[in-house]
């Protein structure tokens, strides 16, 4: 048996980044920028007013000195003139300061007078204006690449003038689910079968990490038919099957594979659930072989598949974000394999958050897999602790999964 | 003035789920449920075997007990049989077990032996069967109404046999840029001018959150162009404006509104970045009118927009999501505004996470804000405090913004 950690760093060492495409600004929202993207715009363009007010000379508006009004400068249409002695000109948030003047009279400091205002609260120079690239100027940097695009990095690239975007182009998954005893949600179900439903959680894992999942038809439990399946996975970024491996003395998905040429590492990982995982390469493609049981399948992707999957889809590889919480009950030893405990979260009285393991843990519950919060992390060999100790959890909540 | 907790709850009050709308199992994921997910299978569908071994007699598989292999059942191919008296059935985690036995002998505890196979493990009765229905059973509510659809719900609906949910269809935002002064990226930029951002954003946070945006055309700064935009968002679910309101002495989206019948409030919120905010409704639309500036604007969506939408969307209204962290520097005693500092955070040596605010807090600095990592709240009249003090925060990443 190998560690989690080992078999995180073999398979993440494989794994690049997926090329680039353009796509218009207004699909770049969750999408990883393929390259820096450089403002094309100084923001603001000019010095402009930060208030509404008057654009005044400073050393000229002290208190009860009287200015001529020789215009308005609204947002969108700037003071052709110039402010001579003695003049000011109406202007709002986000005009260009006219020539001429340096300081901005704010609108509740100035009385309206006949031809003009007169000054209510002297005024210092540069007063109430943002400087001409205050926020970012034209060649610059605004956003780096690799980064997952924010609603708030889409709104910077749009005033950098940026119409489209460069990302990473979803990287494109095959999910293989195998088995005589599975079908389709609302299809006729086997005797002695179930509905497949690990093939549609992973799609959907996929495709909320940022990936295109295409379901793969299911294949039957003969070597043949999955070669099949591997021919229809031809081109993809990545393929997962979930079940076929580890069944009684048969590894059905890594027979049928090899006879399409797969290059296999097959591991038995010190985990639970989970433990048999198939590793390997059909030609350039990556080939994650998931356990069959649905927690097991869910628990082995986020270790496993998803840090592949962030890095093929641009992101720098990283450690799954771990918080802390105290365990509701007393947690046993653990023996040599991880241990990963389907459990709730809540808030206590005090404002603790405690992790309730639910007291099943059978890697065939669904139902709790789908209710749970968090997995309590149970490292190998972990000493028993008490009702109320620390222990490290993975928030499912963290991971939008 | 009023608070931002009233101004938050009078908006609130006042929203309601839109309807359901029927989508493939395929396409819910990250959907809002709009009614209980009812299973139509019973999950294991029978008892089934837990492990790969052999069904056999609990009371005959005593240590050195011999075992005739009368056949094997595979998941999928249940067998027709009955394990009789010294008999035994070869089988597979998740095959249902065969009438007449009552337990599962591990393959790793059994020798093959010619015809049959000799027990080295006396067996427990029910040892390594899965109970009809342990996971869930035809009826039962596997997954409530109003939850946002995680893989792992997706993975037990299509268990449960589903291939279609009823979710809430996604709200329908028109979300209207106003300004003379503005163009979109990529157009040409009036003289004065700046590209338009703040609608690019908002429609990005309105996605984010589940909601279908439209970007309205931008309406010039004249009351029968801001009249018309209203006259295309006819039918939506929610109407966000930006900028336009409270310029000089003019709230021009106000008066544009007013002549398509707007029943306007009009708050000035005890709030910074922000203050000025329209509420309203145009008809049946809700009208939630934003200000110009690209970080008040992004702030006040946050509060207020967000909130809304997500009760629009399905769920149950929820406060925004507070973090704590400790300021790297010193924070000044606030005044009456809510302050809301643009931060970034990072972890010191000791693990603890610190909040560090931008030097500038400038409401026109969009970089600053997409750089930010999340906000730090100042609470209308909070003390100084030094570096190092506890502070609350709203962590982006958090929000998935």
Tied chains: 1, 2.
Excluded: Y
């Amino acid at each position: 048996m190998i560690s989690v950690e080992e078999a995180s760093a073999r398979i993440l060492a494989t794994f690049t980044p997926v090329g680039a495409e353009t796509v218009a600004l207004a699909e770049a929202a969750g999408r990883i920028s393929a390259a820096p993207v450089i403002a094309r715009t100084t923001q603001p363009p000019a010095d402009v007013s930060a208030m509404d007010g008057f654009a005044v000379r400073a050393e000229e508006a002290r208190d009860g000195a009287a200015l001529r009004l020789i215009g308005s400068a609204p947002a969108g249409h700037p003071f052709a003139g110039s402010v001579g002695a003695g003049e000011t000109v109406r202007i709002f948030t986000g005009s260009f300061i006219p020539a001429g003047a340096d300081a901005v009279l704010l609108q509740e400091d100035a009385d309206a007078e006949e031809g003009g205002v007169r000054v209510r609260e002297t005024v210092r120079p540069g007063q109430h204006i943002r400087r001409q690239g205050q926020d970012f100027a034209a060649g610059e940097a605004v956003i780096a690449a690799g980064r997952r695009l924010s609603p708030r990095d889409i709104g910077l690239a749009a005033a950098a003038d940026h119409p489209w975007l460069l990302v990473h182009r979803r990287p494109r998954v095959a999910v293989l689910a195998t088995g005589d005893e599975i079908a389709l949600p609302g299809e006729p179900i086997p005797p002695g079968g179930i509905v497949s439903s690990n093939a549609h959680a992973l799609a959907a894992m996929v495709a909320a990490l940022g990936g295109a999942p295409s379901v793969l038809p299911i294949a039957a439990d003969d070597t043949e038919a999955i070669g099949r399946a591997a021919d229809a996975a031809r081109g993809f970024d990545l393929l997962l099957t979930t079940g076929g491996i580890s069944v009684g003395a048969h590894d059905l998905v890594q027979e049928g594979l090899a006879r399409r040429g797969l290059a296999v590492d097959f591991w038995k990982i010190a985990m639970r659930p989970g433990k048999p995982l198939m590793f390997g390469r059909l030609g350039e493609m990556p080939v994650l072989g998931l356990p069959g049981n649905p927690v097991a399948a869910f628990v082995c992707a986020l270790l496993f598949a998803r840090p592949a999957l962030l890095r093929l889809a641009g992101l720098a590889a990283a450690p799954l974000p771990i918080s802390r919480a105290e365990t509701a009950t007393a947690l046993g030893a653990n023996d040599r394999r991880f241990a990963f405990l389907r459990a709730r979260l809540e808030e206590d009285a005090a404002g603790r958050l405690v992790a309730a393991a639910f007291a099943i843990q059978d890697s065939a519950m669904q139902a709790v897999l789908a209710r749970a919060d968090a997995l309590i992390l149970r490292p190998p060999h972990a000493p028993a602790v008490a009702a109320g100790a620390a222990v490290e959890i993975v928030r499912f909540d963290r991971l939008g999964l």
